[in-house]
């Protein structure tokens, strides 16, 4: 199995600072066919359902904020919030998607106000 | 507008049994794998089982297979999970979930459901 491993488990930052959450792979998520990172990231709020904002690692889902990107490759990756808003206080989740169907998440990491 | 609605959650008693159903609609959903994904109270995300959209190839995670089944009626839109010999760690909240792409099951979830409560407790 691919183990997702997120870093920090939980974060504060100050509202309209940069909050950037990373996530590592066991192994690769890169397809060498296609050059494409198997990798999405999910916001969820208390008492809802996992939202997507990133997928291939980098592509942005129709509808989410441009303050939201995703980077990496390989085994390492990153969402980061450029700025950050209230409304963005969350738990995030990388999953993999390489391996499926056993697809993983990552454990999540908590993202609060300062 | 993409919509699933799960059921059939609620109390079981330990070795018990429980079917979730859940209800799709706003696409195709014969075109689209399926998959079910649990929370427990508090806890993260843990994919539990998948089925390719014709119905044909179904998948488990190690800690459920034997014991539940996945299955849908694309005729009906609805995707099902029929649970037996449940477990106390079985309790958690169980989310239907469409994959992003048709005709694949590689591809990341873009839709999920509110979830349906599933409580193993005597």
């Known amino acids: 199995d691919i183990v997702m491993t997120q870093s920090p488990d939980s974060l504060a930052v100050s509202l309209g600072e940069r909050a950037t959450i990373n996530c590592k792979s066991s192994r690769t998520v890169l397809y060498s066919s296609n050059n494409k990172n198997y990798v999405a990231w999910y916001q969820q709020k208390p008492g809802q359902p996992p939202k997507l904002l990133i997928y291939?690692?980098?592509t942005r889902e129709s509808g989410v904020p441009d303050r939201f990107s995703g980077s990496g490759s390989g085994t390492d990756f990153a969402l980061t919030i450029s700025s950050l808003q209230a409304e963005d206080v969350a738990v995030y989740y990388c999953q993999q998607y390489y391996s499926t169907p056993l697809i993983t998440f990552g454990q999540g990491t908590r993202l609060e106000i300062k | 507008e993409v919509q699933l609605l799960e059921s059939g959650g609620g109390l079981v008693q330990p070795g018990g049994s429980l079917r979730l159903s859940c209800a799709a609609s706003?696409?195709?959903?014969?075109?689209?794998?399926m998959s079910w994904v649990r929370q427990a109270p508090g806890k993260g995300l843990e994919w539990v089982s998948s089925i390719r959209s014709s119905g044909n190839s179904t998948y488990y995670a190690d800690s459920v297979k034997g014991r539940f089944t996945i299955s849908r009626d694309n005729s009906r839109h609805t995707l099902y999970l029929q649970m037996s010999s449940l477990r106390a760690e079985d309790t958690a909240v169980y989310f239907c979930?469409?994959?992003?792409?048709?005709?694949?099951?590689?591809?990341?979830?873009?839709?999920w459901g509110q979830g349906t409560l599933v409580t193993v407790s005597s």
């Open positions: 706003g696409f195709t959903f014969s075109s689209y794998a």
């Open positions: 979930a469409k994959t992003k792409a048709p005709a694949t099951i590689q591809a990341p979830i873009d839709y």
């Open positions: 291939w690692a980098s």
